[in-house]
């Protein structure tokens, strides 16, 4: 299984990004999937599920409400909508199946003015 992520950038506290990833190396609409997170000096932390069929999300606290993570299976691609962006939002941010867990490159969200 391989992961591209891409999408991440700069952009200031209140501002919206759209993640994308790109999965190859199995069939996607047969896994649930997940996005990560990692900031620096600190662990990876999981943000959000998808179930195989797109009908059922899950979210972590911090980022409820504001996050949607969506997927197309026919584009072998999953989103994370990122709204309200804050400063401690800062990380590196990856998808992965949300088991059988591998890692791709991430791509590099920092939210700063």
């Known amino acids: 299984a391989q992961f591209v992520e891409s999408g991440g950038g700069l952009v200031q506290p209140g501002g919206s990004l759209r993640l994308s990833c790109a999965a190859s190396g199995f069939t996607l609409s047969s896994y649930s999937m997940s996005w990560y997170r990692q900031a620096p000096e600190k662990e990876r932390e999981w943000i959000a599920t998808?179930?195989?069929?797109?009908?059922?999300?899950n979210y972590a606290d911090s980022v409820k409400g504001r996050f949607t993570i969506s997927r197309d299976n026919a584009k072998n691609t999953v989103y994370l909508q990122m709204n309200s962006l804050k400063p401690e939002d800062t990380a590196v941010y990856y998808c992965?199946?949300?088991?059988?867990?591998?890692w791709g490159q991430g791509t590099q969200v920092t939210v700063s003015s």
């Open positions: 992965t199946r949300t088991v059988i867990r591998t």
């Open positions: 998808i179930n195989h069929g797109g009908s059922i999300t």
